[in-house]
T-cell receptor, first 115, second 115 residues
Framework: DAGVIQSPRHEVTEMGQEVTLRCKPI?????LFWYRQTMMRGLELLIY????????DSGMPEDRFSAKMPNASFSTLKIQPSEPRDSAVYFC?????????????FGPGTRLTVL | AQSVTQLDSHVSVSEGTPVLLRCNYS??????LFWYVQHPNKGLQLLLK??????LVKGINGFEAEFKKSETSFHLTKPSAHMSDAAEYFC?????????????FGTGTRLLVSP
């Protein structure tokens, strides 16, 4: 199995630009999580989906952030417009079932730098 | 509210000596607890988890942790450190927030292993 795949691995953009991060979960997994990791705030859960439906988006920082999961094998996290404080590493993770006690399999992350 | 505290931001050991990474939690109900490891520029990987079964939990790579309810602790140990254990370790607890179960991550402990 290829594991969770994220793209791009690195993204550098200018303030005000739209950024789209992509994630392909492990085949057969039915829950997907988006996290953000910064030195200041540590690892934060932004949103998670179960069977392609958003279950809890209370961690999404503001309206500039949106996430979609159009099918079981693909999800996007979009930031529009981007700001320097959005610079972070964004991780996607998937689990086989829907419970939070399931093992989460993390992707390698996307390092986002907003200038 | 549920929370998790990792008592040391950095721990330094010599190769071949024991490892102890400390974690305390607070929870108003019986939580599930996890330890995840993050190697440089990688996503997180599950080491072990406690979900109300045996209180001594064995994980991968020789790590284990003991759930002690009376001390509200879930410390991670390994009898003999290896150079490849150098990484960041996160203690994680399940929590309830606004009706949703969430994962709360500790701030991490960086383990340094010297030859």
């Amino acid at each position: 199995d290829a594991g969770v795949i994220q793209s791009p691995r690195h993204e550098v953009t200018e303030m005000g630009q739209e950024v789209t991060l992509r994630c392909k979960p492990i085949s057969g997994h039915n829950s997907l999580f988006w996290y953000r990791q910064t030195m200041m705030r540590g690892l934060e859960l932004l949103i998670y989906f179960n069977n392609n439906v958003p279950i809890d988006d209370s961690g999404m920082p503001e309206d500039r952030f949106s996430a979609k999961m159009p099918n079981a094998s693909f999800s996007t996290l979009k930031i529009q417009p981007s700001e320097p404080r959005d610079s972070a590493v964004y991780f996607c993770a998937s689990t086989e079932r829907g419970g939070l006690t399931d093992t989460q399999y993390f992707g390698p992350g996307t390092r986002l730098t907003v200038l | 509210a549920q929370s998790v505290t990792q008592l040391d931001s950095h721990v330094s050991v010599s190769e071949g000596t024991p490892v102890l990474l400390r974690c305390n939690y607070s929870s108003s109900y019986s939580p599930s607890l996890f330890w995840y490891v993050q190697h440089p520029n990688k996503g997180l990987q599950l080491l072990l988890k406690y979900t109300s079964a045996a209180t001594l939990v064995k994980g991968i790579n020789g790590f284990e942790a003991e759930f002690k309810k009376s001390e509200t602790s879930f410390h991670l140990t390994k009898p003999s450190a290896h150079m490849s254990d150098a990484a960041e370790y996160f203690c994680v607890v399940t929590a309830m927030n606004t009706g949703f179960q969430k994962l709360v991550f500790g701030t991490g402990t960086r383990l340094l292993v010297s030859p």
